[in-house]
């Protein structure tokens, strides 16, 4: 007989990850490499640790090793507020009068409310054991900010912060936060670094940009003495360590012999989405068992669903290396959307590799549909989501109501990945009827196009 199945599956400590799955390793055809701008050569382990910590830039660098030793000192921090909770949706299931059985992992248990802990952690853990004095970063929404603000102060390093603009000002409480953890943050674009100052010069009044705050911190980084730059989403070493989300999850389903027919995950920079499906990619990959994977964007930022897949720059400044993905050019700036941390301009190479090879499906949905899908989840389960995560609820909701039609059974699994506290604002414009849905038209996307660098291989 199948076991009943709980609201919440927790795991035991014993029952949590001790190492990281690194999905590259299970891939055939690799993701491409990051190239150097200027030699258009792959970029070497010399040529990174000048920007990155070494053991970040192995971890970078590694398309090989499917399984990587979570640190001790980062296992003990995970089990203060991990095993993250999955949850079977009853209560929407029975909202929607679906047969589809939900389930939700919640990555936003902790202070910094979403699942940007997980790789924050481990980055400050290298930063240290590296000997560095701090590190530099940017932050859209906040969240990055301050997961990395609370990971320094455990590990005692000195964290700098570019924040940029338009959510400096309209969310002044996450800036707080990261304050009452120590870090310092300036406004991006700021009149500190020469790229700020350029951009400014060119954009007056510009509110700003991920693309552009990240060229900051980079600046900001190889400019100073025991200094690294860390990065919160995009990079394959963040997806590693995100696979704990994954992993977290197929192991509280085993317990119950749950096999999930969909895996939904929203996706800016696809750190949470490539940590979800880990473990499940890897099963697809190896022919062990077939699931759906969605990627879900902003229909006002689409890189997955209008993008190209193409060598671009990873920031507006183009200090970074170049790197293979599906884009929409590092000088497109998406028109506002209350999900900031879905802003990005392009997407992990990881997970474009997997989309480019059909072993992944993208969707972009309206935000007024994504704040109609928060507040239904809202009402029934509880939780208030963040603008971020409710575009995976809007199409796990949308795929439950298609079981409804049909009448099939299927299992669907979707990352939540954190809580909505400081997006009120965003809430407020959506009960006021005050949001509206920007989807960039196809002149608009050209301009971004325009810019991309011709690298032929
Ligand atoms: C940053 C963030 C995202 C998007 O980043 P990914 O790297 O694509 O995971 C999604 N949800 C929340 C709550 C975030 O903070």
Known sequence: MKKEIPYKIYLSEEELPKQWLNLRAFMKD???????????????????????????????????????????????????????????????EKALGTPAHIYYKFEGNNTSGSHKLNSAIAQAYYA???????????TGAGQWGTALSMACSYFELDCNVYMVKVSYEQKPFRREVMRTYGAKVTPSPSMSTNVGRKILEEFPGTTGSLGCAISEAVEAATSKEGYRYVLGSVLNQVLLHQSVIGLETKTALDKYDVKPDIIIGCAGGGSNLGGLIAPFMAEKLQGKAD?????????????????????????????????KMYTLGSGFIPSANHAG???????????????????????????????????????????????????AIRVAIDEALKCKETGEQKTIVFGLT?????????YEKFHDGKMSDYIPTDEDLAKGFAGLPKVDL
């Open 418 to 426: 954190g809580t909505g506290y400081f997006d009120m604002f965003a």
């Open 341 to 391: 941390g879905l802003r990005y301009h392009g997407m992990t190479s990881t997970l474009s590799e997997l989309y480019n090879k059909g072993l992944m499906e993208a969707r972009a949905v309206e935000q007024t549909k994504v704040f109609e899908a928060a507040e239904q989840f809202a009402r029934v389960e509880g939780i208030l989501p963040a603008p971020e995560s409710s575009h």
């Open 30 to 92: 690799k993701p491409a490499p990051l190239l150097n701008p200027d030699t258009l050569k792959p970029m070497t382990a010399e040529e990174l640790s000048g920007v990155f910590c070494e053991e970040l830039v192995k971890q970078e660098l590694d398309d090989t090793t499917p399984y990587i030793d979570i640190p001790e000192e980062v296992r003990d921090f995970y089990k203060m507020y991990r095993p993250a909770p999955l949850v079977r949706a009853y209560c929407l």
């Open 128 to 138: 240290k054991k590296q000997g560095l004095k701090g590190v530099t970063t940017e």
């Open 291 to 323: 699931y759906r994977f969605i990627a879900v964007e902003p229909a006002s930022c689409p890189s997955f669903t209008r993008g190209k897949y193409a060598y671009d720059f990873c920031d507006t400044g183009k200090v970074c290396p170049l790197s």
